[in-house]
């Protein structure tokens, strides 16, 4: 009987290890997105959806203005319409120019989306409409000829987070991402900061922007 008892006891205290078996350590989640919008054709904007990350491509809706030096050359007409972009979007980005759905954009002077606590109230600016300003068909760019959209919409507070720096030769301008944080207003009125890291691809390609952003729950 105290045989039976002792190998027992082993045979219990055996099997306890395996019943206190730790838990499995959550992972941890982030409410933080990262995306990369090829933006790579001076045709096009990207339409993107922030929420699921979709992105469409299509040409520029606006009439196209063809300079050479200070001179008026031709003009092709609209193509297209909004109607054609077929899709929920809270931002477009054609190069480096950025535009919004509606939204306007606050800057908050930080650098970092976690030092982002207090949302701002006021400050938004919406878009506004330039004219013969952004790069559409470089074709004969070496002909001195340009064409230009004849109007288009950009919110100036996310363009302008992309710093612009001309160095007189080729390429004329560098590309480099200033790392602001900014907020959009959406038109529904939800909040999105926004930074954008990097303004070319993995291999040193332009035309690409990356950003990071959080909604506001």
Known sequence: MKLKYVLGVICLAALLPACK???DTPVPQTKTKTITVKAVN???WTYVNLETGEMKSLRDFSAWNYWKEDSLVSTAPAQGSETDINMDWHIAVHRYDIRTNSGGVAATGLTDLKQLTEWPTD???ADII???SLYMDL???MDGEIGYAEKASINTVLSNSIIRTPTHSMPPTIYSASKEVCVLKCKDNKLVKIQITDTYSDTGASGYVTLSYEWKE
Do not use: I, L, Q
Request: proline fraction near 7%; glycine fraction near 6%.
């Open 130 to 132: 330039v004219s013969d």
């Open 21 to 23: 078996k730790p838990k």
């Open 42 to 44: 001076y045709n096009n």
């Open 123 to 125: 400050g938004y600016k």
């Open 139 to 141: 074709t004969h760019m």
